[in-house]
């Protein structure tokens, strides 16, 4: 069974740094890409960041709000992702879940985007003094 | 910056009947569309990718339409475990904004 199990999640202070973990299990995970999705308490998801799989050269893409501040890396022999949260604000008050992202080819455009199949069932991050 | 957005923003629909949900985005996504289920206290699931196409699992009573910056999830038979928020997503370039979602509850 495919499986993303978030860990690390807390009561942290602002301006303090915290380390998320996804763990993947029952796929390759060296092979897919992978992103972190967050969401605040009664609204809606938010993109946070993307790592690309090894093959692809292991690179990452952040939304704004966060660029700067976390860092997304990946340990395949591990089979985990992380989401290295620095400078924490309350705003960052959310569950953050991990997907795994599947590619998807766009016959109009001839390119390949990627798309988030498996969710895991997140880990809830408090930023509060 | 991509804004996707959705209406209505509440559905109220009997079980068995249709319901139709729509999604806009502000600049053209080709096909790089999703759709998203999400119950509350779980994770999203999801339901449609490029637009059109059912991921695994998923029953044939859920279709996804469109292209550009018009698209439609069509539940053709409402079943009771079909009602939760709906998020389209657009995953063209790297805002991948998700739109604010459509709940759609028991009329």
């Known amino acids: 069974e495919v499986q993303l199990v978030e860990s690390g999640g807390g009561l942290v202070q602002p301006g303090r740094s915290l380390r998320l973990s996804c763990t993947a299990s029952g796929f390759t995970f060296g092979d897919y890409a992978m992103s972190w999705v967050r969401q605040a308490p009664g609204k809606g998801l938010e993109w946070v960041g993307f790592i690309r799989s090894k093959a692809y050269g292991g690179t990452t893409e952040y939304a704004a709000s966060v660029k700067g501040r976390f860092t997304i890396s990946r340990d395949d022999s591990k089979s985990i992702a992380y989401l290295q949260m620095n400078s924490l604000k309350t705003e960052d008050t959310a569950v953050y879940y991990c997907?795994?992202?599947?590619?998807?080819?766009?016959?109009?455009?001839?390119?390949?985007?990627?798309?988030?199949?498996?969710w895991g069932k997140g880990t809830t991050v408090t930023v509060s003094s | 910056e991509i804004v996707m957005t959705q209406s209505p923003a509440t559905l109220s629909v009997s079980p068995g009947e249709r319901a139709t949900l729509s999604c806009r985005a502000s600049q053209s996504v080709s096909s790089n569309l999703a759709w998203y289920q999400q119950k509350p206290g779980q994770a999203p699931r999801l339901l449609i990718y490029g637009a059109s196409t059912r991921a695994t699992g998923i029953p044939a009573r859920f279709s996804g339409s469109g292209s550009g910056t018009e698209f439609t999830l069509t539940i053709s038979s409402l079943q009771s475990e079909d009602f939760a928020v709906y998020y389209c997503q657009q995953y063209n370039n790297w805002s991948r904004a998700f739109g604010p979602g459509t709940k759609v509850d028991i009329k």
């Open positions: 997907t795994r992202d599947a590619p998807f080819y766009d016959i109009l455009t001839w390119g390949y985007y990627y798309y988030m199949d498996v």
